[in-house]
């Protein structure tokens, strides 16, 4: 891997990769083919009125440790939710439904719940549930959100029972014209490595050409699962990873905790710079084509052509924070399949986000290309 470093903390420093970006961005393109998964959660959201803010959360609930403390709230109803269901809705978003895009993950026991239906059936061209959905509720602060989950269905989301719902005919065909894969939220499916592992070696077996099929990877909150579990799992990129074009994407605070178990302690830098040493550092030490990580500021991705961070629209107050980690993935992986460059691919997942936080909804690439004009000309709003 090359070890240049490219920085670049305000949006004009890239005014000469812009138009190109853009052009890119808003070209014709195949229609792309692939699947999704595996979670799925129902969602309830609760905003956070006073306090508003997670620091001063923490500390009024510290205080009151030992009695008892009441806040106010705004209770925002349920939603369907989970790091897969959302990202291929923003995918799908983002090409404006013109990718062949299916579904596979823990929507409903035996049949899709009418919550994910009524979300994904006009998304998405398939649906294939695998266990009951698990179980959020979603404290919202203007600073973050806090997930309280009940993950007890999680451990029913296998190879065994993936094989069971759709059949190894129907996931081979699938696969024989995929595109791209996007594989989220391994911390809190326990038995999702096999899936991603066994997925990975029937395009081996099915003989996809290698590196044709872009294998999307964010791993979500696993700060409690066993370091045997990590190890795991890094021996299972290795096989990805000569199979397919593999992107692993962290948010800083996971991006800290891999840190962490690799032998590196990055905690508590923020920085653009440190960020940028420490994607550096996973990427010298993990089989994975590209390492991405995303703070709520940038994002920064190292890979062959070295290591890049770039800023993001920042938005002061968002609209609502729940997916936004999500569509910046998929703004990633729709600029990957469209041929964007590092730079290029990480500009458009700020942008993806940027734009989901100020509105609420997932941005076509057009309207991706209308924020970065917003953006350089030192006006974007904080809706839109």
């Known amino acids: 891997m090359s070890s240049r470093i490219n920085i670049y903390k305000n949006i004009n420093e890239l005014?000469?990769?812009?138009?190109?970006?853009?052009?890119?961005?808003?070209?014709?393109?195949?229609?792309?083919?692939?699947?999704?998964?595996?979670?799925?959660?129902?969602?309830?959201?609760?905003?956070?009125?006073?306090?508003?803010?997670?620091?001063?959360?923490?500390?009024?609930?510290?205080?009151?440790?030992g009695i008892a403390a009441s806040y106010r709230v705004k209770h925002k109803g349920d939603k369907f939710g989970g790091n897969?269901?959302?990202?291929?809705?923003?995918?799908?978003?983002?090409?404006?439904?013109?990718?062949?895009?299916?579904?596979?993950?823990?929507?409903?026991?035996?049949?899709?719940?009418?919550?994910?239906?009524?979300?994904?059936?006009?998304?998405?061209?398939?649906?294939?549930?695998?266990?009951?959905?698990?179980?959020?509720?979603?404290?919202?602060?203007?600073?973050?959100?806090?997930?309280?989950?009940?993950?007890?269905?999680?451990?029913?989301?296998?190879?065994?029972?993936?094989?069971?719902?759709?059949?190894?005919?129907?996931?081979?065909?699938?696969?024989?014209?995929?595109?791209?894969?996007?594989?989220?939220?391994?911390?809190?499916?326990?038995?999702?490595?096999?899936?991603?592992?066994?997925?990975?070696?029937?395009?081996t077996e099915l003989k996809v050409p290698a590196k044709k099929v872009r294998f999307f990877m964010d791993l979500a909150e696993f700060e409690q699962r066993p370091e045997e579990d990590i190890r795991d799992l890094l021996d299972i990129l290795v096989q990805i990873t000569e199979q397919s074009t593999s992107i692993l994407s962290f948010n800083l605070k996971e991006a800290w905790e891999m840190g962490d178990f690799l032998g590196r302690d990055f905690r508590g830098k923020k920085d653009p710079e440190s960020a940028a040493e420490l994607a550096a550092y996973i990427k010298e030490n993990v089989s994975a084509d590209k390492i991405v990580i995303h703070p709520n500021d940038g994002a920064v991705c190292s890979g062959a052509e070295g290591t890049v961070y770039v800023p993001g629209p920042y938005c002061r107050e968002p609209l609502i924070s729940t997916g936004a980690g999500d569509n910046?993935?998929?703004?990633?992986?729709?600029?990957?399949?469209?041929?964007?460059?590092?730079?290029?691919?990480?500009?458009?997942?700020?942008?993806?986000?940027?734009?989901?936080?100020?509105?609420?909804?997932?941005?076509?690439?057009?309207?991706?290309?209308?924020?970065?004009?917003?953006?350089?000309?030192?006006?974007?709003p904080e809706r839109l």
Not at 157 to 180: F, N, Q
């Open 15 to 65: 005014s000469d990769k812009i138009d190109r970006i853009k052009s890119r961005l808003t070209a014709p393109h195949k229609k792309f083919s692939g699947i999704c998964g595996f979670d799925g959660f129902i969602d309830t959201f609760v905003r956070m009125e006073d306090p508003s803010s997670m620091a001063d959360f923490g500390p009024r609930v510290s205080a009151a440790a």
């Open 328 to 380: 910046f993935g998929a703004g990633c992986l729709s600029a990957s399949l469209k041929g964007l460059d590092d730079t290029g691919m990480i500009l458009t997942g700020v942008c993806a986000s940027g734009h989901f936080v100020r509105s609420g909804e997932s941005p076509s690439f057009e309207q991706m290309a209308e924020l970065i004009g917003y953006w350089q000309s030192g006006e974007i």
């Open 84 to 203: 897969g269901p959302l990202f291929a809705g923003a995918l799908s978003d983002i090409f404006r439904r013109d990718i062949d895009l299916s579904y596979i993950g823990g929507i409903g026991k035996e049949d899709v719940s009418p919550l994910f239906r009524k979300a994904l059936e006009s998304k998405v061209d398939n649906l294939y549930t695998l266990a009951d959905p698990a179980h959020s509720d979603c404290l919202e602060f203007t600073d973050g959100k806090v997930m309280l989950n009940d993950l007890s269905s999680c451990a029913e989301i296998t190879w065994d029972r993936l094989l069971e719902v759709m059949g190894r005919e129907k996931l081979d065909e699938h696969l024989k014209k995929a595109d791209y894969i996007g594989a989220v939220n391994w911390g809190k499916l326990v038995n999702v490595g096999e899936i991603w592992k066994n997925i990975s070696l029937r395009l």
